[in-house]
């Protein structure tokens, strides 16, 4: 088999000729994921894989309970023929998957986006919401399991890299990850640029004459989206030539949901009453940004004129508080667009190196931060 094609593109390129070498005729019985496993020494994944592949292709079809069988005349059928008519049994259309953590606006924004590109490509979608970092490997394995050709994978907060992913990319399985990377694994994943819209919303603050600057957020994780929110603060504020103190950062405490922040926070009104010199707070997220701010007014510090507040997302959330939010907006469009074509390439694509696109972030100004004179 090709060095340059993963396992399951090359056990399919054998099956072919295979079927072509024992002159198979048009619904003879095709070799079972079993068999071809034993022949091969692959695991069970990796040939159906292949013989999905093949159905997709309109080489094979598969029947439930009975098999795969050889199609009429398979060379006629193309693998972009989505609307081709096959032979009962054989499927009519392709269809991949997306995992995601939960359904805040945000998120459905995006799933909206991406059903929407995937529906004009001809592919069917299939969502799953995990419940779980555990149960997140489980959504993995049953979009495997049911035909799927391709995963969009929005990863649960996590400190590593989940196992089954790791397990699928070693079989050359396509998998988009979105709005997060982990640095180490090489998986095409597309995320907005952290670094650079953190990096720009302090340097707003500071323009609008704001020198005492803090952070809330999560604790730097292996997902490399906290970290570049990290590094974009720290820059800002060293090439702006201000001191980062590490009193002004303050670490969120999360609970398993990525939303489910508390709206009364005894550790972030201490943070908040121990700072009375902070101007301006910037904020992971959104949510984050949302109890700051009612922390705030708890304290009764008054947003904006003693204390600014930016968040991070700009999720519906964001212009319904008591103080709209001045936030960087995500780009959820162009996000999900951008996922499914790089889905596609890899599905279409298999020995490309690792593909990763970055997008731009933007400022948006509403009225939680003001002018420091």
């Given amino acids: 088999m090709a060095e340059s094609q993963h396992k399951y593109h090359q056990l399919a390129n054998e099956v072919e000729r295979m079927i072509k070498n024992r002159k198979l005729k048009p619904h003879d019985p095709v070799f079972s994921e079993g068999e071809l496993a034993k022949m091969f020494n692959v695991s069970t994944m990796t040939a159906k894989m292949a ?41 009519k259309s392709i269809s991949i998957g997306m995992i995601v953590p939960d359904l805040d606006s945000y998120i459905s924004q995006m799933i909206s986006t991406i059903e929407s ?53 070693m079989e050359g399985y396509p998998i988009v990850m979105i709005d997060r990377y982990f640095p180490e694994v090489l998986i095409d994943c597309v995320y907005p640029d952290y670094f650079e819209g953190t990096y720009q919303m302090v340097e707003h603050l500071i323009h609008k004459g704001h020198r005492e600057i803090g952070i809330v957020t999560n604790a730097i ?29 303050h670490i ?38 949302a109890s700051v701010l009612y922390s705030a007014m708890r304290l009764n510090i008054l947003v904006p004129n003693q204390l600014s507040i930016a968040g ?27 996922a499914v074509k790089l889905l596609i390439r890899r599905m279409n694509h298999c020995d490309e190196k690792q593909n990763t696109v970055k997008l731009k972030t933007q400022i948006i100004e509403r009225d939680s931060v003001s002018v420091r004179s």
């Fill in 312 to 338: 991070f997302s700009d999720i519906q959330l964001a212009m319904m508080l008591p103080v709209a939010l001045t936030t960087v907006r995500q780009p959820t469009e162009e996000l999900g667009k951008e």
């Fill in 51 to 91: 013989l999905k592949h093949l159905a997709i292709q309109g080489v094979v079809y598969r029947m439930s309970r009975r098999g795969t069988f050889l199609c009429d005349s398979p060379s006629e059928i193309q693998i972009n023929d989505v609307n081709k008519e096959l032979p009962f049994g054989a499927m």
């Fill in 221 to 249: 994780s292996a997902i490399g989206s906290s970290e570049d929110q990290y590094q974009g603060y720290f820059k800002a504020l060293f090439d702006h030539e201000i001191t980062a103190i590490s009193k002004n950062i």
């Fill in 252 to 289: 969120i405490e999360k609970t398993k949901d990525r939303t489910n922040y508390s709206d009364k926070d005894p550790l972030l009104d201490r943070f908040l009453r121990e700072n009375p010199d902070l101007t301006a707070i910037i904020c992971g997220d959104d949510h984050i940004a």
């Fill in 117 to 169: 590109e995937a529906r004009a490509q001809h592919y069917n979608l299939m969502i799953k919401i995990s419940r779980g970092i555990e149960d997140e490997d489980s959504c993995l394995q049953q979009l495997v399991d049911e035909r799927i050709e391709g995963i969009i994978w929005f990863p649960r907060a996590r400190d590593y890299c989940s196992q089954q992913v790791l397990r699928l990319k």
